[in-house]
């Protein structure tokens, strides 16, 4: 399905359309990733194919050195090449000024030392965009980033974690002891890893809530479907104004949240200095408009919707991660708080 989404051209939406990518602005590649899980894409499947392309491409494309920015893009952009973000610890998940992964010069390369908890892509990926610090005195500037190759002595990736949801996305923990990284594999100068990670971040929190646009979008049209066939007391359940309703505010929040999400996408693409607060309120917007219809989808599809086999439920649980990735709502709300001067 990887293999498959790459030849469409998902893998390299918004990468350099000079290394095979489709050269698309936020906006654009949001309205990709929305009509890929539109059309039916695996929920999880399309989460991982948007942590390789906003967190890991986009940083890659603009900070990698070359010659290894040129060897990692056309890869990347065609999906034959997949990325990972490590950057969540432990002890730092929302709070990245917790790291505790270590860099450290050693003649023409790095020494990397620590554990990241939950990388996404990890177990499959071929390059892994980890964020170490090299300079434990300098705070915010004493972060860097690295594309370390999959197959690096001294890197050692767990086996895939079982989770709740999200099964088409494999996770694992990855440990570097004295991973030895050649220099050319830094992106940027050193201290620059934190302005990296906010980059990729404004990214993923504009665009990867479109994948959930358009699961909610088939999952709206099957409710509906469903709403016209099923029948109870002689009448199709849609004539019930409870169903009814209930599927006219499902459309409401969905289009709510989308116009929120394009809106902070065409501020990304304008360089807007207010891209990351207009990220923040559409991610808010879509995680909780996700939630709130994937319940009501089971309330809609009766006992049904309970069924493993029928996959409504699935959908919920796809959906409740989006209030913890990528910082979490609690995390959006305090971006947002201080955009109003709080």
């Known amino acids: 399905m990887w293999q498959a989404a790459g030849e469409c051209g998902i893998t390299g939406l918004c990468l350099p359309e000079d290394?095979?990518?489709g050269g698309f602005g936020a906006l654009d590649?949001?309205?990709?990733?929305?009509?890929?899980?539109?059309?039916?894409?695996?929920?999880?499947?399309?989460?991982?194919?948007?942590?390789?392309?906003?967190?890991?491409?986009?940083?890659l494309a603009e900070h990698a050195h070359?010659?290894?920015?040129?060897?990692?893009?056309?890869?990347?952009?065609?999906?034959?090449?997949?990325?990972?973000?490590?950057?969540?610890?432990?002890?730092?998940?929302?709070?990245?000024?917790?790291?505790v992964t270590?860099?450290?010069?050693?003649?023409d390369s790095y020494v990397i030392n620590g554990v990241k908890s939950f990388v996404s892509n990890g177990p499959l990926a071929d390059v892994l965009v980890?964020?170490?610090?090299?300079?434990?005195?300098?705070?915010f500037l004493g972060l860097s980033a690295f594309a370390v190759p999959a197959g690096s002595p001294g890197l050692r990736v767990g086996p895939p974690l079982a989770k709740v949801g999200l099964d088409g996305c494999a996770a694992a923990r990855v440990e570097f002891s004295e991973c030895r990284v050649p220099r050319r594999y830094l992106m940027g100068s050193e201290g620059q890893g934190s302005s990296i990670f906010q980059e990729s971040m404004t990214w993923e929190r504009a665009c990867l809530p479109a994948i959930y646009l358009g699961m909610?979008?088939?999952?709206?049209?099957?409710?509906?479907?469903?709403?016209?066939?099923?029948?109870?007391?002689?009448?199709?359940?849609?004539?019930?104004?409870?169903?009814?309703?209930?599927?006219?505010?499902?459309?409401?929040?969905?289009?709510?949240?989308?116009?929120?999400?394009?809106?902070?996408?065409?501020q990304v693409d304008q360089g807007s200095p207010d891209a990351g607060e207009a990220a923040a309120l559409a991610k808010v917007?879509?995680?909780?408009?996700?939630?709130?219809?994937?319940?009501?989808?089971?309330?809609?599809?009766?006992?049904?919707?309970?069924?493993a086999a029928e996959g409504v439920g699935g959908r919920l649980r796809d959906v409740v991660p989006m209030h913890i990735f990528s910082g979490t709502t609690d995390i959006q709300r305090e971006i947002i708080a201080k955009g109003m001067g709080l």
Not at 33 to 40: I, R, V, Y
Not at 102 to 107: E, K, L, Q
């Open 102 to 107: 270590t860099a450290v010069p050693d003649g």
């Open 285 to 307: 917007a879509v995680a909780e408009t996700a939630v709130a219809n994937g319940v009501d989808a089971v309330q809609v599809f009766g006992a049904r919707g309970y069924l």
């Open 19 to 21: 290394h095979g990518g």
């Open 130 to 139: 980890t964020y170490a610090v090299t300079a434990p005195s300098a705070g």
């Open 66 to 99: 070359e010659p290894v920015r040129a060897d990692l893009l056309r890869g990347l952009s065609s999906g034959k090449t997949i990325a990972a973000n490590a950057m969540t610890e432990d002890e730092a998940g929302s709070d990245v000024s917790r790291l």
């Open 29 to 59: 590649t949001a309205l990709g990733l929305e009509a890929f899980c539109a059309g039916g894409a695996d929920t999880g499947l399309a989460f991982a194919i948007a942590a390789h392309l906003l967190a890991c491409g986009t940083a």
């Open 216 to 266: 909610m979008e088939a999952q709206l049209r099957r409710c509906v479907t469903h709403a016209r066939e099923r029948r109870q007391f002689g009448r199709r359940i849609g004539d019930f104004q409870a169903v009814s309703h209930r599927l006219a505010t499902m459309k409401q929040r969905l289009e709510s949240s989308r116009l929120l999400l394009y809106r902070a996408c065409w």
